[in-house]
Every structure is written in structure tokens, then in C-alpha cells.
């Protein structure tokens, strides 16, 4: 579904990846840990056109799109829920969510039913359904997480990129955010995770890599490195 292969990206002459490879098959959920500044968010950044790769290849159902402009690869069925959320936030809720649907309903993808995935979205998230008609950015930290992904989804993505989703949010909405995760995993949905709780991310992935100063230095299962004391040690808080 999505490989990244020897993938090198930065900004401007400052280099952040070096060569990184990572797998995402089909509906399956991948997630990328490691510490601050390891270039978690850049990879993501790359991969859906955020950044332009100086090197590497990735490809989307076989089909390279490193170097494509966003837009292009939103076309092709890439969505991405950013760090930091980026809602518009001088929009509606419901507005924000049809604009994620655009491009199918400017037919550049297939349109669908786009107003029962509307509703589907205000029963993954009920409290956007409450505040379907409010401004985006009075919203609080949590509805506007719950805003980005679902906004992410409305493309009906063929690979879903999230970025950091429980960044900033209290623990109580950090749960209510991996519930969703989990509900979205078993609809089989192909999932690029990164996110800095790393053992609340290996808990809900099929798949992990440990990312350290823009190279891979691990890879497995996810349960498999939920178990590996040198990641318990660096990355969840417990040591062997």
C-alpha cells in the first residue's frame, strides 16, 4: 500500500532523514516512535507532499509520488491529520469536514455518498455533531483533534497519516483519541501513526519502527518492541 524506500528529506541545507525505509501494507496500522527532533513529523511531511525529498522513493499502490505537490497526492487517496491540528479556524465544524471531502466533490476522486460519511463522522465523534454549526477555533484542543482526523477521513483515504493526535490534550481525551485509533483499525483502515506516547501507540499498531536522528534503528512487531527492553528503557519509562 505505502513503502518508503531510502528516503532523504530536510529543510533548506539542513538534512533530517537519511535513507529511511518503512512498509505500511494494506490495512494495517504502522506507527513511528521516537524522541524529540528524531524527524518523526518530517517523514510524515514528506510523504504527503509537505517537503519535497532530495532522495528516496515513495510509493502509493505502486506508484511513486515522492515529489508530487500536496494536493496531487491527496488526490490519489494520501490524507494526513497534521501536528498541531491546522483547522480552519474561521470555518464551521461541517464546513471543515466537506472541504476534506473536495476532492470528491469537484470529481477528482470518487464522490460517494458524501453526506452519509458526514454523518458517520458525527457518530465517530459526537461532540462534533454538537458543535457542527460553531467556528473551528472555539473549539477546545480535544474537538479540534477530533476535527483534524475527522476532516482526514472524509477524503475516505486510501493511507491515513496521523500526526502526534494526543499532542497537548489531557489524559482523558488522549484515551477517547486511541479508542477512535482502534475503532479506525478494525475498519481495516491502512494507518501511518506518529505519536510521542509511544506505549500507548505500540499497544493499539500492528507494526513499529524506532526512529533515532533521522535513521531507523529498530524494527518488529509491535507487541515485540513493547517488550524490548532497550525500547522500554529509552522510550516507555521502564528499564528490563
Excluded: C, W
Amino acid at each position: 500500500m505505502l513503502e518508503i524506500k531510502n528516503l532523504v528529506a530536510g529543510y533548506g541545507k539542513v538534512r533530517v532523514l537519511n535513507e529511511i525505509s518503512i512498509s505500511v501494507p494494506a490495512g494495517q496500522l504502522v506507527t513511528l516512535i521516537g524522541s524529540n527532533g528524531a524527524g518523526k513529523t518530517t517523514t510524515l511531511r514528506a510523504v504527503s507532499g509537505m517537503i519535497k525529498p532530495e532522495g528516496g522513493e515513495i510509493l502509493l499502490n505502486g506508484r511513486n509520488i515522492a515529489g508530487l505537490a500536496s494536493h496531487d497526492i491527496t488526490r490519489l487517496g494520501m490524507a494526513h491529520s497534521p501536528e498541531g491540528r491546522k483547522v480552519f479556524s474561521t470555518l464551521s465544524v461541517t464546513d471543515n469536514l466537506l472541504l476534506g471531502a473536495y476532492p470528491r466533490l469537484t470529481k477528482m476522486r470518487p464522490k460517494g455518498d458524501v453526506d452519509a460519511d458526514l454523518e458517520r463522522m458525527f457518530d465517530l465523534f459526537p461532540r462534533l455533531r454538537e458543535r457542527r454549526e460553531q467556528l473551528a477555533g472555539t473549539l477546545s484542543g480535544g474537538e479540534q483533534q477530533m476535527l483534524a482526523m475527522a476532516r482526514a477521513l472524509m477524503l475516505q483515504p486510501e493511507v491515513l497519516l496521523l500526526d502526534e493526535p494526543s499532542m497537548g490534550l489531557a489524559p482523558r481525551l488522549v484515551e477517547e483519541v486511541f479508542a477512535t485509533i482502534k475503532r479506525l483499525k478494525a475498519e481495516k483502515i491502512t494507518m501511518l501513526l506518529v505519536e510521542q506516547f509511544a506505549a500507548a501507540a505500540l499497544e493499539v499498531a500492528d507494526y513499529g519502527y524506532v526512529m533515532e536522528n533521522g535513521r531507523l534503528a529498530g524494527q518488529g512487531p509491535a507487541d515485540k518492541l513493547k517488550n524490548d527492553p532497550a525500547v522500554r528503557a529509552a522510550y516507555l519509562g521502564t528499564g528490563s
